[in-house]
Each structure stands twice: as C-alpha cells, then as structure tokens.
C-alpha cells in the first residue's frame, strides 16, 4: 500500500496576501480555504504534512525574471496565519521552482518511506509543475488538487494542470 503525504507548496504571505510582493490575486483565497481543509483531512489521517517554502537569498538571481520576493528572514517569506504548520510538520526551504532542486526533500520522502505526495499549493504552473515533473521522474506517484491551486495567470493554469495530467501522469483531481 502506498503511504502518502501531503505537500504544501509556496503559500506564503508574498504569493498569497494582497499586499505581497508577487501576489498572485484574488483566488488566493480560495486556495487558502481548500488547502487549510485539506490540511485538516491530512492530520486527521495521519499523514505527514512537508510545506515547501521559497527562501530567497537578497540577491538570489532569480530576481532577474521575478521581483524580490519571500527574502529569508522577512515577513513575505512566512506560511500565512491561517495553515502555520504544527510542530512536527516538515519544512523544506527551496531556492529554484522544483522542491527537489538542491534541497533535503527526496530524503526527507525517503526517510518517511513516501511513495506518493498530494500536492497543493502554487503557482500551478511554476513551482507546482516543475515539482511535480521532478517526482514523476523520481518515480513518486503524484495526485495534483486542482481546487488547491492557482497562478496570476488562468491560462497557464490549465495548461499546466493538462500538463501534469497528460505528459508526466500525475492524477489530477
Ligand atoms: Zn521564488
């Protein structure tokens, strides 16, 4: 049987509030109710729960596609009040679109013995696609909630919900 967990990617205060660097609109909110219930639905099943959080250096070179943003140490980079994670949740810092790109996520998975990640979270199609590409090729299963993300951008959205669903196989629900 396969032992899942729930991977909550970028919602953090920058993405997610309207005054945030690189808000990403007014579906935030929604996304911020859908995640916080299937937030829930993972702690009651005991599921563990890995929030994955952009934490840019100051000068970090993504900055020359994207406006600063979710810096370590200031407000913009923190999960929003209403899903702070609990003690004993995962927090996995990124740097790069994919959660796997340079960071402790393949082994904190392998440790927990996952072999299928839930994912939540935005922007569908930047760091959830990109993340999603890296664990399909890991060989993860991945199950993509559609009500549980978002991008600034609704076209792209769908593509890459049709992308995740259709090259990489991942279950889009
Ligand atoms: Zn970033």
Request: net charge negative; hydrophobic share 35%.
């Given at each position: 049987m396969s032992k899942k967990a729930l991977m909550v990617i970028d919602m953090l205060r920058d993405f997610i509030e309207p005054d945030g660097r690189l808000y990403i609109g007014t579906t935030a909110k929604n996304v911020v109710e859908a995640v916080g219930r299937e937030i829930e639905k993972a702690r009651s099943c005991q599921w563990p729960i890995?929030?994955?959080?952009?934490?840019?250096?100051?000068?970090?070179?993504?900055?020359?596609?994207?406006?600063s943003?979710?810096?370590?140490?200031t407000p913009g980079a923190d999960v929003v009040d209403e899903?702070?994670?609990?003690?004993?949740?995962?927090?996995?810092?990124?740097?790069r679109y994919s959660a796997f790109f340079q960071t402790d996520?393949?082994?904190?998975?392998?440790?927990l013995d996952i072999d299928e990640i839930v994912l939540v979270g935005v922007c569908?199609?930047?760091?959830?696609?990109?993340?999603?590409?890296?664990?399909r090729m890991l060989n993860y299963k991945v199950t993509a909630l559609?009500?549980?993300m978002s991008s600034f951008?609704?076209?792209?959205?769908?593509?890459?919900?049709?992308?995740?669903?259709?090259?990489?196989?991942?279950?889009?629900v």
């Open positions: 890995i929030y994955v959080c952009d934490t840019h250096s100051e000068d970090d070179s993504e900055f020359r596609m994207f406006p943003h979710c810096v370590m140490g899903l702070k994670p609990h003690p004993g949740d995962k927090i996995i810092p990124k740097r996520l393949d082994l904190t998975l392998r440790e569908t199609n930047i760091c959830n696609l990109y993340t999603a590409a890296d664990a559609r009500d549980c951008d609704e076209a792209a959205h769908e593509f890459a919900l049709k992308e995740m669903e259709q090259t990489l196989g991942v279950t889009v």
